[in-house]
């Protein structure tokens, strides 16, 4: 159980970016009162989890019955986290894990930016849909590491509304220079682990038969 906490602890938080999704909140409400930002964090964190667990708890069954294996949910999932983590590392911001400049820009036209962009697809975006499904898909019957996942994201979301609500406060301490550097560590590990979810689905699709 500790640790399929860990790796989803792990996925989560570079998929989801706590981080990045606390620098953008802050530059897209740099000029609203503080406690209608707290108010917009809040709401935002709410709808994103209800977004991510939807995913968590039924999204195996929705591509079961597309005729989607767990293999090649693997070998896919793998693949896009691959993605995510060359970015981190790089130091890069695709649409898989933040908005794009076109999203951006729609958002600070808007009063109200707690459903999007920054539920989604900011903090519920691709990547940390594919994360969720995959790691329950991993987890499999067994009940306790079900349970490890889905606290794993209950803690990076709570990560994620503490991050947004000091916001201002983590600019100033660790800078842009602090953040980069932190997710490119991560860029490495999810890297690691998404070529390892590819090894796995190809094991399992039975396509490379050992002899």
Excluded at 28 to 52: F, K, N
Excluded at 60 to 84: C, D, F, H, Q, Y
Excluded at 169 to 192: F, H
């Amino acid at each position: 159980m500790l640790e399929t906490l860990g790796v989803a602890l792990a996925t989560l938080f570079a998929t989801i970016g706590p981080l990045n999704a606390a620098t953008v909140f802050a530059g897209l409400t740099s000029s609203t009162p503080a406690t209608r930002r707290r108010q917009m964090a809040m709401r935002g964190t709410v709808v994103a989890t209800s977004i991510l667990l939807v995913f968590a708890l039924v999204g195996e069954i929705l591509l079961a019955g597309l005729g989607i294996s767990l293999a090649a949910l693997r070998t896919a999932g793998g693949i896009l986290l691959l993605m995510v983590g060359i970015d981190l590392v790089f130091a890069r911001h695709s649409a898989v894990t933040s908005t794009t400049d076109e999203e951006e820009e729609e958002a600070r036209g808007k009063q109200d930016i707690s459903v999007f962009p920054l539920a989604t697809p900011l903090i519920a975006g691709p990547g940390s849909m594919g994360a969720s499904v995959l790691l329950m898909a991993n987890a499999g019957d067994d009940l306790l590491r079900q349970v490890a996942v889905l606290l794993g994201l209950f803690l990076i979301m709570a990560l994620t509304l503490t991050m947004m609500l000091l916001s201002s406060q983590i600019n100033r301490l660790i800078g842009t220079t602090g953040m980069q550097v932190i997710e490119r560590v991560m860029g490495v590990l999810l890297s690691a682990l998404a070529i390892q979810f590819m090894f796995d689905g190809i094991a399992q699709s039975g396509l490379l038969a050992v002899s």
